[in-house]
């Protein structure tokens, strides 16, 4: 079975950056759709980023357009969101996702959790302010 792991996470002072990685037990995720959600504590787990498997295209979050970038390395089967400019608003668990390729595509469907069929187990990001 597919397994997603993620690294990174911690404590960062507001308008800092940060980057979370998160590792697929697969050949290759490049026929794919991965992405990152983010849950704060009460609140429903939130879309920020999606990426199709060969980095051809991206999608991102209002909240965050500017200040993360989405992207992939391919040799170690990774994606990886760099987070810049971090505000308090933006602590959460932050999680990866694995789902159909053409998910990217909709934006209905990419950010609606139960589109996606793998689930990492979450890494926290704390930002203080």
């Known amino acids: 079975q597919v397994q997603l792991v993620e690294s990174g996470g911690g404590l960062v002072q507001a308008g800092g950056s940060l980057k979370v990685s998160c590792v697929a037990s697969?050949?290759?995720?490049?026929?794919?759709?991965m992405a990152w959600f983010r849950q704060a504590p009460e609140k429903e787990r939130e879309f920020v980023a999606a990426i199709t498997g060969s980095g051809t295209l991206s999608r991102y979050a209002d909240s965050v357009k500017g200040r993360f970038t989405i992207f992939s390395d391919n040799a170690k089967n990774t994606v990886l969101l760099q987070m810049n400019s971090l505000k308090a608003e933006d602590t959460a668990v932050y999680f990866c996702a694995l789902g159909q390729l053409s998910t990217v595509l909709n934006e209905r469907r990419r950010k609606t959790p139960t589109e996606y069929d793998v689930w990492g187990q979450g890494t926290q990001v704390t930002v203080s302010s």
């Open positions: 697969l050949r290759s995720f490049s026929s794919y759709a």
